[in-house]
Each structure stands twice: as C-alpha cells, then as structure tokens.
Nanobody
C-alpha cells in the first residue's frame, strides 16, 4: 500500500537548521509531484512548498523563501525539506504529500503522518 513516512523533525533553537525526509513506497514516486505542508497548534494546515516530478521546478510559501529548500532523489523514492534560519513561528507538524502534478497538491492523493518541528526562541 501507499506509504509516506516523514522523519528528521526535532527541537532546535532559533536560527538553527533541520533536514526533513519523506520516504515513499507503494506508488511510482518519480511520476508524482511532492509537497510539504505544516500545521501549527490551533491553525489550519498550510502549504510550505512543492517540487515537480522531475525536480526541475520548485515552489515555496513566501514566508519560507530563501530559508527552506525542497529536493528529491527519485532513485531513493525520497523527498527532502531543508529548513535553515528557523524561527519560532516555524514550529508545526510538517507533512509530506503527493499528487499527479503540482497543481494537484491543492488536493493531495496521499499524506504522511507528519513529523514535529519545534523551534525555541
């Protein structure tokens, strides 16, 4: 069956970095766009960024541009989210998701279970 498994979350001080991973199985990973979303306590889940199936195009929420980087390794069926210059407002559960294309990430086909990122001030 389809699985998306995130890892790499944790507690970090403001200004620090983390690298999240999302390992995919059960579908043809290299044919799907992948996205990262996050949900902070008491808030709705929001889009963070996306990457096309080839990795040739990436898209980011304005608040994370220049700090976060999405990449993928289709040989390893894994998508990554590098988080740099972290701020307390980046604290959230981070989810990866997949869709047929980047536009489809508005309604992803599959979701991971999430990984917690906590940024202390």
């Amino acid at each position: 069956q389809v699985q998306l498994v995130e890892s790499g979350g944790g507690l970090v001080q403001a200004g620090g970095s983390l690298r999240l991973s999302c390992a995919a199985s059960g579908f043809t990973f290299s044919s799907y766009a992948m996205g990262w979303f996050r949900q902070a306590p008491g808030k709705e889940r929001e889009f963070v960024g996306a990457i096309s199936w080839s990795g040739g195009s990436t898209y980011y929420k304005d608040a994370v541009k220049g700090r976060f980087t999405i990449s993928r390794d289709n040989a390893k069926n894994t998508v990554y989210l590098q988080l740099n210059s972290l701020k307390p407002e980046d604290t959230a559960v981070y989810y990866c998701a997949s869709a047929w294309d980047v536009d489809g990430l508005g309604h992803p086909l599959y979701w991971g279970q999430g990984t917690q990122v906590t940024v202390s001030s």
